[in-house]
């Protein structure tokens, strides 16, 4: 199973980041020194994939900028000798085929992940939710594509969750099939203290087969009247193998505020620019707390 395209759904409004998020995509937000989108990028690339579809909605032109060469800006950096900002401002376009697609309608993630359909064709192919950033040793979208092959599934990230979170999030019926990896029989969407499976949330990646496209198309909305992702992955765990992967590294939220500030200050501390400067700040700042 060669896992080579991967998709991006990055068509929400970022409401838990507003006013910041008022008139630039969230995924555009700085994270130490590269948008948040880049990160999710790079570690598709990583983990091998060649073509990426970004589905966006109203607003997010800026994202397909930052993926595009700008002679002028380039020019101006090499004659100004510049380099080191020129390799960065030139790096994002040369990073995969980037595709771009607008959902149109707010209905979903499930619904968002429906419309690549025509670019996913007959392949597997991974997803990567746009809010949750990841630092690993091996790039958790990998961890998922090596366990999907071993065990010819689909897979999904995984990671056990607090009880408050697991409310905001999903919960996995799970047996064991390894250390780490586990068999996915059932699962739930933003469920009750009454429907909780297990203290295992889906966590932002996921690799699927493309016979989720059909279950997709043919879902009832479901939490928040939406067409939930969750629920489409219910139904094909019913009908076809899938594993869930209890990947090795940390999983940021930066869709809200909290998640956002502890990846920056986690990411600008493992920066060679920042993290010394950063540890003598943050001393200095607990002296007075
Ligand atoms: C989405 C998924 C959910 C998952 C969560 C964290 O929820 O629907 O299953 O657990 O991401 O990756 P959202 O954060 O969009 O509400």
Wanted: with cysteine; proline share 6%.
């Amino acid at each position: 199973m060669k896992v080579r395209k991967a998709v991006i759904p990055a068509a929400g409004i970022g409401s838990r980041m507003l006013p910041a998020t008022k008139s630039i995509p969230k995924e555009m937000l700085p994270l130490v020194d590269r948008p948040v989108i880049q990160y999710i990028i790079e570690e598709a690339v990583a983990s091998g994939i060649e073509e990426i579809l970004v589905i966006t909605n109203r607003g997010k032109g800026p994202m397909e900028d930052y993926f595009d060469y700008y002679p002028e800006l380039e020019a101006r950096l090499e004659a100004d000798k510049k380099y080191s900002y020129l390799e960065a401002v030139r790096k994002p376009a040369d990073f995969a085929n980037i595709f771009f697609l607008r959902q149109k309608e707010t209905r979903g993630l499930g619904h968002a992940v429906g419309r690549a359909r025509a670019f996913v064709g007959d392949e597997p192919f991974a997803v990567l939710l746009g809010d949750d950033i990841m630092k690993s040793k091996v790039p958790v979208t990998k961890q998922l594509i090596d366990a999907a092959e071993k065990y010819g599934a689909s897979a999904v990230g995984t990671q056990a969750v607090s009880d408050e979170a697991l409310s905001r999030y999903s919960s996995l019926k799970v047996e064991a099939l390894e250390p780490k990896i586990f068999r996915v029989t059932d699962m739930v969407e933003k469920p009750k203290p009454s429907e909780r499976f297990s203290n295992y949330a889906i966590l932002g990646r996921y690799v699927l087969t493309p016979d989720v496209f059909d279950i997709l198309d043919n879902l009832a909305p479901g939490f928040g009247g939406e067409i939930q992702l969750t629920d489409g992955l219910k139904k094909l765990c019913a009908v076809s193998p899938m594993v869930a992967v209890d990947f090795e590294g940390v999983r940021y939220d930066t869709g809200n505020l909290k998640g956002f500030l502890e990846a920056t200050i986690d990411f600008a501390l493992d920066n060679e620019e920042t993290g010394d400067w950063l540890r003598e700040f943050i001393k200095s700042k607990s002296q007075c707390l």
